[in-house]
């Protein structure tokens, strides 16, 4: 860039923060006003499959243009992505990194809406806020992911009853009044009861969220010549709605966050 009389405007005043060096780090993002915008586009209440689905497609759009994102998590309208601790993705710059995820990921969701709601038009943009946090060592990274999950079981617990309440017949007020108070068991035993539903037999994807990683799958790459398979490990970015705070996913997954996965 040519040398000029301003350019001492970026010199003097434009700072860059860049993250801790050996830290993970963690872009939350999160739908802005989603819950008018949920209303506008007539989301199914409390779950609207189709857009869970269109936010874990571009949860795998990012993990497939940005080889440093080694693990995704989303529930309702927001997803976090894990980068990779050692990660020198725009050398830690704190705002390209953040700015980058929150603008392709909504960029994505504006593309890919017609394949997830081919008979709704997009009546508004959707836009989403997004905030940048790091995260000492790999507990604290299953501890934040622990904490997500709890809140989307907790707020999924809930709204289901709220809406059972409410399809039934009450007032949101009146759903609201029932469930005032309540504990989970209060809330199992609402809906056998009331509703027959035994809230485990809900979809994975509306009591767990979604995570999105690479994980190993084997596939045939060729045959050999007996016709015998030959087969390879090869890495496939996959969405599931497992647990992810007790130790067995991670146990079965220890790779996804001691293995530089960067492909
Ligand atoms: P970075 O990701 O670092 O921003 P960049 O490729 O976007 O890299 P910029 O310095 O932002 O680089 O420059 C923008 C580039 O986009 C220029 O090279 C220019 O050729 C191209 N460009 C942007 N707008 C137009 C336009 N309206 N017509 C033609 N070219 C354009
Ligand atoms: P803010 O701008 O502060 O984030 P918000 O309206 O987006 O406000 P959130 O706390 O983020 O509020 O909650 C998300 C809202 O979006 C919820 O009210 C939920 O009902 C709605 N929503 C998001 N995803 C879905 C979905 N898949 N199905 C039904 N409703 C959804
Ligand atoms: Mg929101
Ligand atoms: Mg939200």
Request: charged share 30%.
């Amino acid at each position: 860039m040519a040398n000029s009389e301003y350019e001492y405007v970026k010199r003097e005043f434009e700072f860059d923060r860049r993250l801790p060096a050996s830290n993970w780090i963690v872009v939350r993002i999160d739908g802005c006003h989603f819950h008018r915008f949920s209303k506008i586009h007539a989301f199914e209440k409390p779950n609207d499959e189709n857009a869970l689905r269109l936010m874990n497609a571009c949860a795998t759009s990012m993990l497939e243009k940005f080889p440093d994102i080694v693990f995704a998590y989303g529930v309702s309208d927001e997803y976090s992505f894990v980068f990779r601790e050692e990660t020198e993705f725009y050398q830690r710059r704190e705002s390209k990194i953040l700015s980058i995820c929150v603008s392709y990921f909504t960029s994505v969701y504006g593309m890919k809406w017609k394949d997830f709601f081919p008979n709704k038009d997009l009546r508004e943009p959707p836009y989403f806020d997004g905030r940048v946090v790091c995260y000492p060592n790999m507990k604290t990274i299953h501890d934040y992911l622990a904490w997500r999950q709890v809140d989307c079981h907790i707020n999924n617990h809930y709204n289901t009853c709220f809406w059972m309440l409410v399809k039934s017949g009450k007032t949101e007020k009146e759903a609201q009044q029932t469930l005032k108070g309540t504990f989970s068991e209060d809330k199992n035993e609402l809906l056998s009861q009331q509703f027959q539903v035994n809230y485990e037999d809900e979809p994975a994807m509306f009591r767990k969220g979604s995570s999105v990683y690479r994980d190993k799958v084997e596939t045939k790459v060729k045959t050999d010549d007996y016709g015998n398979p030959i087969k390879r490990i090869r890495l496939a970015i996959t969405v599931s709605n497992l647990d992810i705070i007790g130790p067995e996913f991670w146990g079965k997954h220890q790779y996804i966050l001691q293995e530089d996965m960067s492909m």
